[in-house]
């Protein structure tokens, strides 16, 4: 890359370090990106449980269709699951090239279901039950193991998972977003039934949406912690690309958006939008990255998944376990690893959740040994306590 094209890049970036710091990363080696889908994103209608008849009868009216020739309806995997179908055109061809998986029932021991909560404890990777170091992420903690590569934060500020001893820049990202009320079309319907019985009812109505979606818009701005939106992501996901191809091997980004008590949708709607621009995104970052994809590990998680059964307002709540993405050119996918149950009633996690079986800091460790060969010493200064789980994600 010209020195010209680089600053050109560089401009908008408010980084940390000075340009004259960056240097170029060794061809081939490994890169890892991990992107955090804040507010506990519905891992049931991404990775749909078709096989499950409790999954149908629970969510009356946001399920995901059993595969079938319909568009609308959920993408076979395997005799147990499917894929939201917004993904049909982004993600599911990287999963038919062997170059995605999904693990279900994974997440981390932290059962308080608190955005806040579970996100410090996910980004820390610190041993249950310990005093906590808001100084020790474990990405830096990783970073450190391998002699200090070059990292980097997309994000606003420098998050948990990267605060530590290697020094690492942040970038931040501006999101594009759109309102999702229209006070326009509020103010044509308003005006219709003005003078008529029905305006009392009318205001009252759109009174009473518009708190609802103030407070929900505060909760979800709160539980995303400035996070990028999916559609900011789509739209920065090539120029991360460019920058990790050519300087940095470790990266962070995190997306939020996915608190989704209120009309979350099935196949369609809010939660469907989300997944459609989310996975433009991943499939746009895979394209940047060129040949660099085949050296290239991307790691997708979220502090909790969500209420199986489907709440009162057509939305899920805050729940425990979750799936993870993991994709990359040297990826072993097309397939759903990790140890896996029947769902049902009576297996959910206090009646309520997917319970967690593949503890985050475990699978990480197995992850983290095969791309860069660590030997059990230094997985534990990563992940303390910890004994790495391999199930073959590299």
């Known amino acids: 890359m010209k020195r010209r094209d ?22 081939g080696s490994p890169r890892l990106l991990v992107v955090f889908l804040r507010g506990g994103y519905d891992a049931a209608s991404l990775l749909v449980p078709v096989s499950s008849s409790y999954y149908y009868e629970a969510r009356t009216d946001i399920s995901v269709p059993r595969p079938s ?22 993600v599911y061809p990287l999963f038919e090239k062997g170059e995605a998986l999904f693990i279900p029932f994974a997440g981390t021991d932290d059962a308080s279901r608190s955005h806040f909560e579970t996100q410090d404890s996910i980004e820390l990777g610190q041993p249950s039950g310990s005093t906590r170091d808001y100084r020790s992420g474990f990405l830096n903690r990783l970073a450190a193991v391998l002699n200090g590569p070059q990292a980097i934060g997309f994000t606003d500020q420098l998050p948990l998972i990267l605060q530590g001893r290697v020094q690492v820049p942040n970038s931040a990202l501006r999101s594009p977003a759109k309102p999702s009320v229209d006070p326009r079309q509020s103010a044509i319907i308003s005006a219709m039934y003005r003078g008529s019985a029905l305006a009392p009812q009318v205001t009252e109505g759109f009174s009473v949406r518009d708190e609802v979606a103030r407070q929900m818009a505060i909760e979800m701005d709160s539980a995303s912690r400035s996070a990028t939106t999916a559609k900011g992501f789509e739209l920065e996901a090539r120029r991360i690309a460019r920058l990790m191809k050519e300087h940095y091997s ?31 995104g991943l499939s746009a970052f ?8 085949r050296d290239t590990t991307v790691v997708v998680i979220s502090e909790f998944g969500r209420t199986f059964r489907q709440n009162g307002n057509r939305g899920t709540d805050h729940g425990h376990g979750t799936v993870f993405w993991v994709l990359g050119g040297s990826v072993r996918g097309g397939r759903v690893p990790g140890e896996q149950i029947r769902i049902e009633q009576s297996t959910l996690f206090q009646n309520r959740d997917y319970p967690v079986l593949n503890e985050y800091r475990a699978v990480l ?30």
């Not at 020739?69 to 055109?89: F, K, Q, V, Y």
């Not at 200064?381 to 789980?389: D, I």
Request: cysteine-free.
């Open 365 to 394: 460790a197995g992850l983290f040994e095969r791309l860069y060969g660590l030997a059990p010493r230094q997985t534990q200064q990563v992940f303390a306590g910890v004994k790495a789980r391999d199930i073959g994600l590299v």
């Open 69 to 90: 020739t319909e568009l609308n309806s959920a993408i076979r995997l395997d005799a147990d699951w499917g894929l939201h179908p917004a993904l049909r055109e982004s």
């Open 286 to 293: 895979a394209q940047e990255m060129a040949a660099g994809w």
């Open 250 to 280: 470790l990266g962070f980004v995190d997306v939020g958006g996915w608190d989704t008590h209120v009309n979350q949708g099935g196949s369609s709607g809010y939660l469907a939008s989300r997944f459609e621009e989310l996975g433009r």
């Open 6 to 27: 680089l600053l050109k890049l560089l401009a908008p970036l408010p980084l940390a370090l000075p340009a004259s710091r960056l240097i170029a990363a060794p061809p």
